[in-house]
């Protein structure tokens, strides 16, 4: 397709977009979602977080398109949200270590409790612990 006609379908695609058409959402939807999905997929560690950055991307395409501007085309503005998504969703899941990962105190895999967080004898004693070494950590600081 030529530029000229790429631009013309473009400007037609936001129209109906603008009057609220859902077949013209579902026409984006069809056009870009998979190559969204891949895109997010390089710059987050898991597809679900992947499908999640996608589904944000098209809540913010929705909200955004009366502001719309036109100085590039539909396409190359969804993408540069996605974009921007998953790079900070990507950063964030970088600094952060998730509980299925990590093991228990034998190097096992967390039992089912651990992983939905669920307060167990054992965690109650190993939180009291772990306060009472903080605290006597903390007052074994020097007072600078």
């Known amino acids: 397709m030529s530029p000229s006609v790429t631009h013309r379908n473009d400007q037609e695609l936001l129209a109906r977009l603008l009057r609220g058409e859902a077949a013209a959402f579902a026409t984006l939807l ?17 597809d679900a977080s992947a499908e999640e950055v996608v589904q944000d991307t098209w809540l913010a395409v929705l909200g955004g398109l009366p502001s719309f501007e036109g100085r590039s085309s539909i396409k190359t503005w969804i993408f540069q949200i996605l974009i921007n998504r998953a790079k900070t969703k990507g950063a964030r899941e970088a600094r952060t270590i998730p509980v299925a990962t990590m093991p228990d105190d034998e190097g096992g895999e967390p039992s089912l409790s651990e992983r939905l967080d669920i307060e167990t004898p054992k965690k109650l004693l190993l939180r009291k612990e772990l306060a009472g070494e903080l605290a006597a950590a903390i007052l074994g600081l020097p007072a600078r």
């Open 30 to 46: 069809d056009r870009y979602h998979a190559a969204l999905h891949r895109t997010a997929r390089a710059f987050v560690s898991t």
